[in-house]
């Protein structure tokens, strides 16, 4: 039986909390500009967005990020990853960019991410925002803003639905 | 997913299988529009281009999307190789794939080479262009470049106009927007179009002041000068006066049609200048989607584990 780790509430009110954290590291909104990874990033960089609005009242540049081209395990995979578009609306250099994706796990996908950034440009930061962080990294990478911690066993999968994949809001953990 | 180590023509591939290229071609177009614009997500293999026919976009084209992809290339080009001193096509190949190729892209004047090729290699065969038989990545290229402009493929109203018969590009384009649902005219002397086509689905017209009518696109095709004094057409005049673009003619086609040539082309023959760089042309649009569309077929066809 899957576990719910968090509904909707608990997705809205840590988006929230993460808004807010990121609004009071970064002085306010000055150059930010929120990049979403295909696919479950993206919806959470426009929530994120959108939240930020709400409380500073100014918009946000939000960026769509496909790292299906900068894996590292192209070669071992069995399928080749769905190549998504690329969208970010600004230059990026000098701007503070904030990443976000929905599970940080063994962070290759984040390595894979700021690679693909760096060939946009060169961001004065970049910040890492995850809804989930269930642990077990593979390199020395670690989240800025945090949904949850929730520690895993490598036999279980954490999964993130979203009402923008026509799924309601939660995020559960099943066993493999 | 592309199930396949090789692409050897549209005629093999299903209606997924084609929306599956286009679709990642467009992920490819972002790369190639960049300040930096180039990928890690190949590097490592080896792309050989092996052309026994003269050809200098298609290979710079397959060149540049390998390189764009971080794969490294060599051009085999005939008059400098082996192949003079008479070594066989398969010794070639054979050779060309223990220096490392993972990919081979050939072409080739006789029909079936790459299919030949493919069964014999380990390595992925790309045709770029094999006799008369087909042109698959000019065909996909020509369908991304629809899409992109036109949103849709199904349904538009396409005149293919020219030498059909012996024309690689025009029956790869044949296979493909009939499976993408397009509405096919062709149009062109008689003895350039082969009888009984129409049995595929196709129309043909001779005229073409009648088949040009409510065309959502036109694509031109070279006259191949060296069909000339065969018997094929009178003379180069005689044919673009009855079968050239000129601007009275593409006004019979509706108000937003696009006009597109494989290249190179014969300007003043088969279409007019002021077509060819007019604004409904977008001839040079088709050569920048060339590289994203071939990306893609190398992309997925380095997917398939042997």
């Not at chain 2, 591939?13 to 190949?42: C, H, M, Q, W, Y």
């Not at chain 2, 792309?47 to 085999?76: G, M, Y």
């Not at chain 2, 004094?229 to 086609?253: C, D, H, I, Q, V």
Request: charged share 30%; net charge positive; with cysteine.
């Amino acid at each position: 039986m899957p576990k719910e780790l968090m509904n909707k509430k608990d997705i809205d009110r840590a988006l929230m909390r993460m808004a807010h954290e990121i609004i009071e590291k970064n002085k306010g909104t000055e150059k930010l500009c929120l990049v979403g990874i295909q696919r479950g990033g993206v919806h959470l960089a426009k929530r994120l967005a959108s939240k930020i609005k709400q409380i500073e009242k100014k918009s946000i540049p939000v960026g769509l990020l496909d790292i299906a081209l900068y894996r590292d395990d192209l070669n071992i995979r069995k399928e080749q990853p769905v190549v998504r578009r690329t969208e970010v609306p600004c230059e990026i250099t000098d701007l503070k960019i904030i990443l976000v994706d929905d599970v940080l796990f063994t962070g290759r996908s984040i390595r894979a991410a700021m690679d693909a950034l760096m060939d946009l440009g060169r961001p004065a930061c970049i910040q890492l925002a995850v809804l989930i962080d269930r642990g077990h990294r593979e390199l020395p990478i670690k989240a800025d803003y945090v949904g949850k911690n929730m520690p895993t066993a490598l036999s279980e999968t954490v999964q993130v639905q979203l009402k923008e994949e026509e799924l309601e809001d939660r995020v559960i953990l099943e066993k493999k | 997913m592309l199930n396949k180590k090789d692409l050897l023509g549209i005629k093999e591939l299903s209606v997924e299988e084609i929306n599956l290229i286009l679709d990642t071609a467009a992920g490819f177009k972002d790369v190639i529009g960049r300040d930096i614009k180039k990928v890690p997500t190949l590097r490592g293999k080896t792309a050989v281009n092996l052309f026994f026919e003269p050809s200098t976009r298609t290979r710079t084209s397959f060149e540049l999307a390998a390189k764009r992809l971080s794969t490294d290339v060599i051009n085999f080009s005939v008059p400098t190789s082996s192949v003079v001193k008479g070594e066989s096509l398969i010794d070639t190949a054979l050779t060309v794939q223990a220096l490392g190729a993972d990919f081979i892209i050939i072409r080739h004047s006789s029909s079936g080479v790459p299919h030949l090729l493919a069964k014999k290699l380990v390595a992925s065969v790309i045709n770029a262009g094999d006799g008369t038989n087909e042109h698959p990545t000019q065909a996909l290229l020509d369908a991304f470049t629809i899409k992109e402009k036109k949103g849709k493929i199904e349904r538009l109203k396409i005149a293919i106009v020219g030498d059909i018969i012996h024309s690689r590009v025009a029956k790869s384009n044949i296979y493909s927007l009939i499976k993408l649902g397009a509405m096919v005219r062709l149009i062109g002397p008689p003895t350039l179009i082969p009888k009984e086509i129409e049995g595929i689905g196709v129309k043909v017209f001779h005229d073409m002041n009648v088949g040009l009518k409510d065309v959502d696109v036109v694509m031109m095709l070279r006259i191949q000068m060296e069909r000339q004094g065969k018997g094929f057409f009178p003379s180069t005049e005689e044919y673009s006066k009855n079968w050239g673009l000129t601007p009275e003619r593409l006004s019979l086609a509706k108000g937003d049609v696009i006009v597109m040539h494989p290249g190179p082309m014969n300007r003043g023959i088969e279409i007019t200048s002021e077509i060819a760089d007019g604004p409904q042309s977008v001839i040079l649009e088709q050569v920048t989607n060339g590289i994203a569309v071939r990306m893609a077929v190398m992309y997925l066809l380095s997917g398939v584990k042997r």
